[in-house]
C-alpha cells in the first residue's frame, strides 16, 4: 500500500473532503504513559527529604493511585507544612500563552520573497483558517497546514485536511492516527497531487520512467494494516481522550497557576493533548521542577517543543539571538508540560496525577526550595 495522498472533493465542494479524516480512526498514547520508572522517587525523594518531611507532615504520604496494570504510580513524601488538596471546581481556563499563527503577524511578515504561510494546527487547536486564506489569496502567496496533531479535528464544522492548498498529516507512532511511521498530503489540486505521488517514488513514472525528482516515502504494507486497525477504534479513542481530558479540567480547575489548554467546545477534537501551563510566578515551582517530581512519581509527562527548533543545532548556532524575536516560543518551551493520556491511563491514575500536581503547586515554595538544594 502507498502513503495516503488524498484528492479533495470537487472545487467548491461544501461538505468535508473525501479525504482519510471522515474515517474513524485512532490513537495509540504516544506523548507519555504512566507506570514505567523501576525505581520511583528515587533522588528526587532523597533531595526532598523524605524522613523529615514526613515528620512535619504527621507521616501523611500522598499515595500513588493504583494504575490498571496493579503498580502504583509511586508515593510522594514532601511533608513539610503541606496545604490541603484544591477543591474541585468545574471552569474552564485559556491558556495564557499563545499558540498557533496569528493572521495579523503573519501579514506583517510578508514581503516580496515570501511565497507561502505555513500554519500549525497546534495540538489540535485549528489556525484561524479563514483569516489565513484570506491573507494568502490577497498576497498571492500558498497557503499550506502541517495537521499533524489535528488528525480527527474541525474548524467550522468542517473537517481539517480540506484547507489551504494542502494539509500535512503525521501517523508517527505519538500521533493520534498512528501508523508507526507515515502520513499524508491532503490536497485537491491535481497537479500538486501527481507531483506528490512521483515524489515519494523516486521520481518514477514507469518501469523505468524517472521523469521527477524524487525519494522513498512509501508506507509499508505492516505500516498501512496499522493505520486502518486504528481507524477503527477513532471514536473509542476520542471518547477515553475526552474523559481523560475532562477530569483533569475538574481536578485542576480550582488550582492556581496551572491552566489547561482550552478545545472549542462546537468543534470535533481528538482531545490527543493535556496541555498544561505552569506559571511559576504564581505557583512558586517551575515547569521543570513540577515535571521531576512527576518524573519520580512514575508520571512521564513531557515539556512539549522543548527546547524549540531555534535553540537545537544547526539553528542554535546559526541564529544564537532567534529567541528574541519568538517571545510566545519561549514561554511555551519553557512553561508547557503535556500530561498522560490515550487509553493506557484511566481515571484513577488521572486522579493520582492531579493530586501529585496539586500538591507540588499547593506547596511549590517548599518544593522548590528543596529540590534546589
Ligand atoms: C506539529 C508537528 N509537525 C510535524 C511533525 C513531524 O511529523 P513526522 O514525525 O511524522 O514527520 C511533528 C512531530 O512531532 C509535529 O509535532
Request: net charge neutral; glycine share 10%; hydrophobic share 35%.
Amino acid at each position: 500500500m502507498t502513503m495516503l495522498i488524498r484528492r479533495r472533493a470537487g472545487a467548491g465542494a461544501s461538505r468535508a473532503p473525501r479525504s482519510v479524516v471522515e474515517a474513524p480512526v485512532v490513537v495509540e498514547v504516544g506523548q507519555s504513559r504512566v507506570g514505567e520508572c523501576a525505581e520511583p522517587g528515587g533522588d528526587v525523594r532523597a533531595r526532598l527529604g523524605a524522613d523529615e518531611c514526613r515528620h512535619a507532615s504527621r507521616g501523611r504520604e500522598v499515595p500513588g493511585e493504583p494504575l490498571e496494570d496493579g503498580r502504583h504510580a509511586g508515593r510522594l513524601a514532601v511533608g513539610a507544612r503541606l496545604k490541603p488538596l484544591g477543591r474541585i471546581r468545574q471552569e474552564r481556563r485559556r491558556l495564557p500563552v499563545e499558540v498557533g499563527v496569528e493572521p495579523r503577524r503573519v501579514e506583517q511578515m510578508i514581503t516580496p520573497r515570501t511565497t507561502g504561510i505555513l500554519g500549525v494546527h497546534v495540538w489540535g487547536r485549528v489556525c484561524e483558517v479563514e483569516a489565513l486564506t484570506e491573507i494568502a489569496r490577497r498576497y498571492n502567496v500558498k497557503l499550506l497546514f502541517d495537521a499533524a496533531h489535528a488528525f480527527g479535528c474541525s474548524y467550522k464544522g468542517k473537517m481539517i485536511g480540506g484547507f489551504g492548498d494542502a494539509e500535512i498529516f503525521s501517523f508517527h507512532a505519538t500521533k493520534f492516527l498512528n501508523t508507526f511511521e507515515g502520513g499524508a498530503v491532503v490536497t485537491d489540486n491535481d497537479e500538486l497531487a501527481s507531483r506528490i505521488r512521483l515524489m515519494k517514488n523516486f521520481g518514477f513514472s514507469g518501469y523505468d520512467q524517472v521523469i521527477y525528482i524524487g525519494t522513498n516515502g512509501k508506507m509499508t504494507e505492516v505500516s498501512a494494516a496499522m493505520g486502518l486497525t486504528n481507524l477503527e477504534s477513532m471514536h473509542d479513542f476520542i471518547a477515553v481522550n475526552r474523559r481523560n481530558y475532562e477530569q483533569y479540567q475538574e481536578e485542576l480547575a480550582d488550582l492556581e497557576g496551572v491552566t489547561l489548554l482550552a478545545y472549542e467546545e462546537e468543534e470535533r477534537c481528538n482531545y490527543q493533548y493535556v496541555v498544561a501551563e505552569i506559571d511559576e510566578r504564581r505557583t512558586g515551582v517551575s515547569r521543570d521542577q513540577l515535571m521531576e517530581v512527576l518524573h519520580a512519581e512514575n508520571v512521564l509527562a513531557r515539556r512539549y517543543f522543548y527546547p524549540g527548533c531555534h535553540r537545537m543545532e544547526p539553528y542554535r548556532s546559526d541564529y544564537p539571538e532567534a529567541g528574541k524575536q519568538l517571545p510566545e516560543t519561549e514561554k511555551v518551551t519553557e512553561r508547557v508540560l503535556c500530561l498522560p493520556t490515550g487509553t493506557a491511563v484511566n481515571a484513577a491514575a488521572v486522579t493520582a496525577i492531579c493530586r501529585i500536581i496539586c500538591l507540588v503547586l499547593n506547596n511549590g515554595a517548599v518544593i522548590s526550595r528543596k529540590l534546589n538544594t
